[in-house]
């Protein structure tokens, strides 16, 4: 990825963060009541990630698996199940830090 690539691939990411916060506010109707509720939501998407990111571990031991078996159909499969996966882990990360900014413009 050249530079420029990775500057608008920040800045789209940046973009998607912030609609992110926006709306989670939506969505919870209001701002935190607290640092103790925007603690306990951020804990929860942590964990969250952390068991994503575990899986997503599992997918590329199986990955290795069928790397090793040459077996390219499978390849194939476990390659798009990590795509997949690690998407998920970074969408959790991501709306982890949304929150995180909206809690301390909030509190």
């Known amino acids: 990825m050249d530079l420029l690539t990775e500057k608008s691939a920040s800045a789209e990411l940046l973009g998607a963060v912030q609609r992110m916060r926006e709306t989670e506010k939506a969505r919870m109707g209001r701002d935190y009541a607290s640092a103790h509720e925007a603690w306990a939501r951020l804990t929860e998407l942590n964990e969250q990630a952390k068991k994503e990111a575990k ?4 997918l590329l031991k199986d990955l ?44």
């Open 55 to 58: 899986s997503a571990d599992e």
């Open 64 to 107: 290795w698996g069928a790397v090793k078996e040459r077996n390219e159909d499978e390849t194939h499969v476990e390659l798009r199940q990590l795509g997949n996966a690690m998407i998920g882990v970074c969408m959790t990360y991501a709306l982890m830090a949304a929150e995180a900014h909206r809690a301390a413009e909030e509190l």
